[in-house]
């Protein structure tokens, strides 16, 4: 059983980039949507969702580990997920 889980829903990232930005944060892919990290481990859900007249990446990130260590992990992925408008 998971010590802890938490889920994060990006919209408008491409998967690709997403598992670009996992290891950076030296995670290493163990198949196709699982990556796992120091501690923690990622399982990626990537779809399309509509929007508008146009069709938007929506990856539901599901993160399993030690509390702290994903908190970290979460911490991380969202520096490198943010981006200003313009």
């Known amino acids: ?3 802890f889980e938490n889920e994060l ?3 408008g990232l491409s998967p ?3 598992k670009t930005y996992l290891v ?7 198949s ?6 120091d501690g923690w481990s990622v399982t ?5 969702v509509p929007m508008a007249i146009a069709e ?3 990856i539901t990130v599901t993160f399993d580990g030690k509390p702290d ?7 991380q992925l969202r520096k490198k997920t943010l981006r200003g408008g313009g």
């Open 69 to 75: 260590v994903v908190t970290e992990a979460i911490r």
């Open 56 to 58: 938007l990446d929506e």
């Open 24 to 30: 950076k944060l030296n995670a290493v892919e163990i």
């Open 44 to 48: 990626l859900d990537a779809r399309k």
């Open 1 to 3: 059983m998971a010590e």
């Open 9 to 11: 829903v990006l919209r």
């Open 32 to 37: 196709e949507n699982v990556y796992k990290g």
């Open 16 to 18: 690709r980039l997403l």
